[in-house]
């Protein structure tokens, strides 16, 4: 039975929109720079009164823009954020607009907004830091890493810099590389959570599972409410054998978040090798539930059901594998590969 492991992603591609899609991580940015806290209870019509009053200080401007941005307003804080560089162009409004695209998803505007703040301040490591961040969701990880790489140069202390180009080299296969920036994060920061996760991410992939367990141990140990280092533990716990663990991890995982497909599958897959066909059912078909279109679950039930002799079922789930991924027919059994039923 296949299981799937998860790393701690970057972001998830949301599209340009003020919504993110469910399930999605969360975009973890710096902060607005340079604007004077607001309260959250702050009334925006003393705000656009201060605006009317003075229509030509940039000041009022940010500060509505900071409040309506705390509010998830992207659209408006932009036009204020927009007004204010109109009046007078600054690297740190720059920024902030910056961050308003991020948070809607349009990374190639946040990329221009980046570049004009790194212009006026080209020693501003938060600039650079972002802007790293959107070269990775517009998939140009080449242009990712060099920002990551100077963020470090300019802030060799920066254990954010340090797991997002670890992440960087996850994703071009250098798995030594990723291991040594999330090792560096640790030693720098030694309860940093992502890093222990994803480094037991690492050492899962090159099977060190005594390695990885001690990692999301510790990341539990940090963070007792991380679903995904009771899943990721346990799926390596399965691959030692010790399925009772396995067991008690992923229904820890499945308590602290009821949505994670990924963990009903990979419960599904212990019951599976404990023969427990009936129950790994249960779990493959909540995952299905949950993610109609995910193949792995597909392949895995259509093998239980195969085990469990119902084979009108098996071949079912096997067709609309095929049929959703046809690229790997190896991975059906050869009397199921027909994409008919």
């Known amino acids: 039975m296949r299981k799937s492991i998860m790393p701690l992603a970057l972001l998830a591609m949301i599209g340009c929109s003020g919504e993110n899609k469910d399930g999605a991580p969360v975009d973890q940015l710096l902060p607005v720079l340079g604007t004077v806290q607001v309260e959250e209870d702050a009334d925006l019509a003393k705000l656009s009164a201060a605006i009317a009053s003075n229509p030509n200080e940039p000041g009022a401007y940010r500060l509505r823009a900071d409040e309506l941005y705390h509010r998830g307003d992207y659209d408006r804080a932009i036009a204020d954020y927009t007004k204010a560089l109109q009046i007078e162009p600054d690297a740190k ?56 790489d100077e963020v470090l140069s300019l802030s060799p202390d920066d254990t954010q810099a340090m797991v997002a180009r670890g992440l960087i080299y996850l994703s071009l296969g250098d798995l030594e590389k990723a291991r040594k920036d999330f090792s560096s ?71 602290l978040n009821p949505n994670d497909f990924q963990a009903y599958n990979n419960r599904g897959s212990v019951h599976a090798e404990m023969k427990n066909h009936h129950q790994a059912v249960l779990d493959f078909t909540k995952a299905l539930e949950l993610y109609p279109e995910f193949v792995m679950a597909l392949r895995n039930r259509g093998q239980s059901y195969h085990q469990l002799g119902d084979t009108t079922k098996a071949q079912a789930d096997f067709s609309e594998s095929l049929r959703i991924d046809p690229s790997q027919p190896e991975l059906v059994p050869v009397q199921y590969r027909r994409t008919g039923t």
């Open 93 to 148: 409004l720059y920024y902030n607009r910056g961050v308003q695209y991020t948070a809607k998803g349009c990374y190639e505007q946040a990329v221009a907004d980046y570049n004009e703040s790194i212009k006026m301040d080209p020693h501003d490591a938060a600039s650079r830091y972002n802007r790293g961040m959107a070269f990775n969701k517009l998939g140009e990880l080449a242009k990712a890493k060099e920002d990551f």
């Open 185 to 255: 994060a640790i030693v720098v920061e030694p309860k940093n959570v992502e890093a222990y996760i994803n480094r037991g991410y690492i050492y899962f992939m090159r099977e060190e599972h005594v390695h990885a367990i001690q990692d999301f141990t510790e990341a539990i140990k940090l963070d007792p409410k991380s679903g995904l280092a009771f899943g990721n533990r346990g799926n390596a716990y399965s691959k030692r054998g010790q399925f009772g663990e396995a067991l008690a991890d992923l229904n820890k995982a499945l308590e």
